[in-house]
């Protein structure tokens, strides 16, 4: 079998297991596409475009993290590798986006696992610390938040000073994990944007320290989650840090479908565009180098002969 008709196959399959994957999630729950046929079309619409926001933050800090793996991808490969591990990573087992993309780039760009893993931990460290703090913002407020923050931002600076850094610390890339945390920073406060809207949508007006509560304890979820979307598992956290964000049950559940719904919507698209673009002759090994190192070398012999 050619190489050519082995990567049309492979793509076809992957286009079926994705649509397939698609119609599984909406007959098992037809309700999250319920729900949307209840919102008005602005705020369906704002909901799409404030995902487009997030999977930007996505590309972010994707870009950052493989700054720290001395890696740069063009911007048409890490978007369409950000879209694809994004479709994996929902319907996927275990939240399989990462093991997919480290896959991917090991293959491709030949980058040591070790490094990737290193650099994703502390992505989820950074995810980690701003979803804990505003889970704070509870006991701190949103003025403390902003002021935890902005001493974040400025600790790389303080860093660079000579009187701060001790001599065998020079070496490290403080301007690409700051770059990291700024990104990861830029996802979660845009999560938490894209809940205070869902939320004000099914319900009464809340203010901004309970959405972002909401979103931290939301976003915990996520770490042990083992469903498709953290179905189960985000609620029970909800649920669980209710006497700090004080959202009703029916609220946190008509969210949560809504938030489904239009994940899975926003996920479609996706799907469309990606294959639309012909993903698989972008997100394949890099032929074109290893015949330039062959005819090389075929000259080179030839040459000797």
Not at 44 to 58: D, I, K, S
Not at 161 to 171: G, V
Not at 290 to 303: F, H, L, N, Y
Request: glycine share 6%; proline share 4%.
């Amino acid at each position: 079998m050619s190489r050519k008709l082995l990567r049309s196959l492979l793509a076809a399959s992957v286009l079926i297991v994705t649509t397939a994957a698609f119609a599984y999630y909406l007959s098992h729950h037809p309700e999250a596409i319920g729900q949307l046929r209840q919102l008005p079309p602005m705020t369906l619409v704002t909901l799409l475009l404030l995902y487009c926001l997030f999977l930007v933050a996505l590309t972010w800090i994707q870009r950052a993290t493989l700054a720290l793996c001395d890696i740069t991808l063009g911007r048409k490969e890490s978007l369409l590798l950000v879209m694809y591990s994004s479709i994996i990573n929902f319907f996927g087992p275990l939240q399989s986006g990462p093991a997919f993309r480290a896959a991917y780039l090991k293959r491709r760009h030949n980058v040591k696992l070790k490094n990737y893993t290193l650099a994703t931990l502390l992505y989820y460290v950074f995810y980690a610390i701003f979803s804990g703090l505003f889970i704070m913002t509870y006991f701190v407020g949103l003025w403390g938040l902003l002021a935890i923050i902005a001493v974040i931002a400025l600790t790389p600076l303080l860093l660079r000073n000579p009187r701060f850094m001790p001599a065998r610390f020079h070496n490290l890339r403080l301007e690409h994990i700051g770059q990291l945390a700024a990104a990861t920073l830029a996802q979660v406060s845009t999560l938490a944007v894209i809940f205070y809207v869902e939320l004000s949508s099914v319900g009464r007006h809340i203010a901004a320290i309970p959405a972002l509560i909401y979103t931290g304890a939301a976003n915990f979820a996520l770490f042990v989650s083992v469903t498709p979307g953290a179905i189960g598992f985000r609620e029970s956290f909800l649920v669980f840090s209710q006497r700090l964000h004080h959202i009703v049950n029916d609220q946190i559940v008509s969210a949560s479908l809504i938030d489904r719904g239009i994940y899975v919507v926003f996920l479609g698209l996706l799907a469309l565009f990606v294959f639309g673009l012909h993903a698989q002759n972008y997100l394949k090994p890099d032929t074109s180098e290893e015949a330039r190192i062959t005819a090389k070398a075929v000259a080179k012999q030839s040459g000797k002969s």
